[in-house]
């Protein structure tokens, strides 16, 4: 029973376009959520996070949205760019994290 | 600062053979975590450590040990290796204030048995 879910495995977005990731939760207990990224052959490293009493958060280029009502969380690339290709991960806390399977950016340019 | 690094990067082993895959940090985090990342599935904990000395399973601890003698190490043991164990190990760490959840990983381990 999947409590995190990243519903589509890959993503394409043309250079300068906004990159849409999405996010779904089931369990409401969860009150802080992370986005990671990962390279080819590296760690995943921390991108953004968002507290449950937020409903936005903003860090350069990257925003995420969090609808709680709805239990989704989105985040928003803009502009992408060729290096933000990479395996983005959502993880929602605990003294644990629970990670979504990933989507896979692909940016072209 | 070297963050978290894992030793060995790469390995080969041979259904039923043992190893012991090590994980260090050295920026005096209380909690530590082994996760295996298999095509598709994503993350998945292995087993997890809130302090030195203290251990617990994740979600997929079967196979698997751990040890967490020193605060700034993390051992994972393969008793009797078997080809589904055949993943990419990633270890992490965090603090344990209440307010903070990043995890930092390491860059991993990429086990094959074969």
């Known amino acids: 029973d999947q409590q995190v879910k990243q519903n589509s495995p890959s993503l394409s977005v043309q250079e300068g376009r906004i990159s849409i990731l999405n996010c779904d939760y089931t369990n409401s207990m969860f009150d802080y959520f992370l986005w990671y990224k990962k390279y080819p052959a590296e760690g995943p490293t921390f991108l953004i996070s968002i507290s449950s009493i937020k409903d936005k958060n903003e860090d350069g280029r990257f925003t995420v949205f969090l609808n709680k009502s709805a239990k989704h969380l989105s985040l928003h690339i803009v502009p992408s760019q060729p290096g933000d290709s990479a395996v983005y991960f959502c993880?929602?806390?605990?003294?644990?994290?629970?990670f979504g399977k990933g989507t896979m950016l692909l940016v072209s340019p | 600062n070297a963050g978290v690094t894992q030793t060995p990067k790469f390995r080969v082993l041979k259904t039923g053979q043992s190893m012991t895959l090590l994980c260090a940090q050295d920026?005096?985090?209380?909690?530590m975590y082994w996760y295996r990342q298999d095509p598709g599935m994503g993350l998945r904990l292995i087993h997890y450590?809130?302090?030195?000395?203290?251990?617990a399973k994740g979600e997929v601890p079967d196979g698997y040990n751990v040890s967490r003698l020193k605060k700034q190490n993390f051992l994972l043991g393969l008793e009797s290796a078997a080809p589904s164990q055949t993943s990419v190990y990633f270890c992490?760490?965090?603090?344990?204030?209440?307010?903070?959840?990043?995890?930092?990983f390491g860059p991993g381990t990429r086990l094959t048995v074969t």
């Open positions: 450590s809130v302090g030195e000395g203290t251990t």
């Open positions: 993880a929602a806390s605990g003294v644990t994290l629970t």
């Open positions: 920026m005096n985090h209380e909690y």
């Open positions: 992490a760490s965090r603090p344990s204030a209440a307010t903070v959840y990043e995890q930092y």
